[in-house]
């Protein structure tokens, strides 16, 4: 097959057509697939900020309820979303993105569960209801000393207890400091007022193992925290907020980097297409330039073939069936030409034969 034959430029188009087309079609399918990558990714953030969401729900359900199956709750919570970090820092590392800031949430994570653990720790030294830990021994005590003050018969006695523990209940509702000065203020007018009993030892032993069991868990609230910025609550709060940032900080990475491989996709479409056209615009212009060149030779030609012998230029018709057409028009000149010239010959031959035919 020669190479600028009119065969050969209908396969070259639709080469240009296929490769054009087969260039669109893989661009496409791997830009594709990143951006359904890269939107996956940003549904994992949102996946991400759910369980942490959820996380913090467990923590304020303990908080609230001291019920140890939130903490079983919190710690799955917490193991799912560091494999959740973990498969996105993964598909992140494939499509060539490596944020720091997945390696610090994944410690963030692990931070929060020790602070969490903690937080269990000291509620669990507090007691988990009212007959437990810390609150369940000044409770045995404030009970011996009620038992006491009815046996004695105290009636000033039993009001000032009641004030007490009415300030120590405040504390208890309220995780305010007032109340635990309001409650030392009123020990201390107890603690006048039993001075001169007869048994004032005991009361005073009673006494004495209330108030250091109050003042334990008043300072195991305080290391939990009175409010929601102090202690391990505060802690928790911290970090929960720099993972929250962090996370949305990783949402503005890859927004974006979605929105820029969208334009990406659309230019290389473009630019193919546009590519594609303009290569199929520059062989069709060439061919019909070479057709209409061809044609004209022909034509004219043809028409100067009624009035004289001319041959065509094979090397100016551009492809080789009209060079071949070309050269077979020329044969056929120069056998006309041939035949002419033996009948102009034959017809001096029969003039030289027959001289008396002219005068005739």
């Not at 193991?79 to 993105?97: D, G, K, V």
């Not at 208890?172 to 007032?178: A, I, Q, S, W």
Request: aromatic residues 8%.
């Amino acid at each position: 097959m020669k190479l600028d034959s009119i065969k050969y430029r209908l396969l070259l188009i639709i080469l240009v057509c296929l490769f054009g087309m087969a260039l669109l079609v893989g661009t496409q399918l791997y830009s594709t697939d990143r951006l359904i990558d890269l939107s996956q990714q940003r549904m994992q953030l949102v996946l991400l900020h759910n369980q942490l969401l959820q996380l913090r729900r467990h923590e304020k359900d303990f908080l609230l309820r001291a019920d140890l199956r939130y903490v079983e709750m919190l710690n799955e919570q917490a193991a799912a979303l560091i494999t959740n970090l973990n498969q996105l820092a993964r598909h992140l590392e494939r499509l060539e993105i490596i944020p720091a800031s997945l390696n610090e949430l994944s410690s963030a994570v692990s931070a929060y569960q020790d602070k969490f653990a903690q937080l269990v720790t000291l509620q669990s030294r507090i007691g988990f209801d009212e007959t437990k830990g810390q609150q369940g021994q000044f409770r045995e005590a404030v009970h011996a000393l009620e038992t006491q003050l009815r046996q004695s018969g105290q009636a000033e006695w039993q009001v000032l207890l009641l004030q007490i523990r009415r300030s120590e209940k405040d504390f208890m509702l309220r995780k305010r400091l007032e109340y635990v000065e309001r409650q030392h203020q009123l020990l201390l007018q107890f603690q006048s007022a039993i001075d001169d009993a007869p048994q004032k030892d005991v009361l005073q032993g009673l006494l004495s193992g209330y108030q250091a069991g109050f003042e334990q868990l008043v300072h195991s609230y305080q290391q939990i925290g009175l409010r929601q910025d102090d202690g391990l609550k505060g802690e928790f709060r911290s970090i929960a907020q720099d993972m929250e940032m962090r996370l949305h900080q990783l949402d503005e990475v890859l927004k974006p980097l979605l929105n820029a491989e969208q334009q990406r996709v659309e230019r290389t479409g473009l630019l193919i297409m546009l590519f594609t056209l303009a290569t199929l615009m520059l062989v069709l212009i060439q061919s019909l330039v070479t057709f209409q060149r061809a044609f004209s030779a022909f034509i004219q030609f043809f028409y100067r073939c009624k009035r004289q012998y001319q041959r065509l230029d094979e090397r100016k018709l551009g492809f080789a069936e009209f060079r071949s057409l070309a050269a077979v028009a020329n044969e056929m000149v120069e056998a006309r030409l041939a035949v002419e010239q033996e009948l102009k010959a034959a017809k001096r031959e029969l003039a030289k034969l027959n001289p008396n035919s002219d005068n005739q």
